[in-house]
T-cell receptor, first 116, second 116 residues
Framework: SQTIHQWPATLVQPVGSPLSLECTVE??????LYWYRQAAGRGLQLLFYSVGIGQISSEVPQNLSASRPQDRQFILSSKKLLLSDSGFYLC???????????????FGAGSRLTVL | AQKVTQAQTEISVVEKEDVTLDCVYE???????LFWYKQPPSGELVFLIR??????QNEISGRYSWNFQKSTSSFNFTITASQVVDSAVYFC?????????????FGSGTRLSIRP
């Protein structure tokens, strides 16, 4: 069965410090991968999505970046965090194509980031 | 451009009441998918349903039912005989189908509280 792991679960970082959140998927190949952010009491904002190694689509201009160094690994980074980067970050994956599971997202448990 | 609107920010009802969560979407594409996800207090999102734009049949799953109407671009979710365990944030989402990497966007969510 497929599983998705996301870490760290909780992170407290000072303004201006770097960030690295990691997500890995097991039990499937060639997944679509996604990063979403949920600010406190807000909806889910799509940050990045990827169809393959090294292929990243950015949805919102900001000081965050994403990378996909391996097929089932998706990393969210920042060189210098802002206060506004605080939030709940969710990684997700979906099958490709048009089959029964296409576009159905399976989410990780999330990473709660507090920037002070 | 794609957009999902969940106008109801918060809903509170007494247990056993029926409740409907509204979702209105915008897209210029003729082929797309609509989704509902549940986010319980634990934070992890759970997939509830996917509906193809070509299938306007309403669906019922136990106490849950979904009403898809293309004429009004709505995909509403009804919980019958609500229970305290239904308390969660519910998200409606939209994606295009047929592409290898679908951008999937979410509404702002509706926080549902079921009072005993």
């Amino acid at each position: 069965s497929q599983t998705i792991h996301q870490w760290p679960a909780t992170l407290v970082q000072p303004v201006g410090s770097p960030l690295s959140l990691e997500c890995t998927v097991e039990g499937t190949s060639n997944p679509n991968l996604y990063w979403y952010r949920q600010a406190a009491g807000r909806g889910l904002q799509l940050l990045f999505y990827s169809v393959g190694i090294g292929q990243i689509s950015s949805e919102v201009p900001q000081n965050l970046s994403a990378s996909r160094p391996q097929d089932r690994q998706f990393i969210l980074s920042s060189k210098k965090l802002l206060l506004s980067d605080s939030g709940f970050y969710l990684c997700a994956w979906s099958h490709r194509g048009s089959g029964a599971g296409a576009n159905v997202l399976t989410f990780g448990a999330g990473s709660r980031l507090t920037v002070l | 451009a794609q957009k999902v609107t969940q106008a109801q920010t918060e809903i509170s009802v007494v247990e056993k009441e029926d409740v409907t969560l509204d979702c209105v979407y915008e897209t210029r594409d003729t082929t797309y998918y609509l989704f509902w996800y549940k986010q319980p207090p634990s934070g992890e999102l759970v997939f509830l349903i996917r509906r193809n734009s070509f299938d306007e049949q309403n669906e019922i799953s136990g106490r849950y039912s979904w009403n898809f109407q293309k004429s009004t671009s709505s995909f509403n979710f009804t919980i019958t005989a609500s229970q305290v365990v239904d308390s969660a944030v519910y998200f409606c989402a939209l994606s295009l189908s047929g592409s290898s990497a679908s951008k999937i966007i979410f509404g702002s969510g509706t926080r549902l509280s079921i009072r005993p």
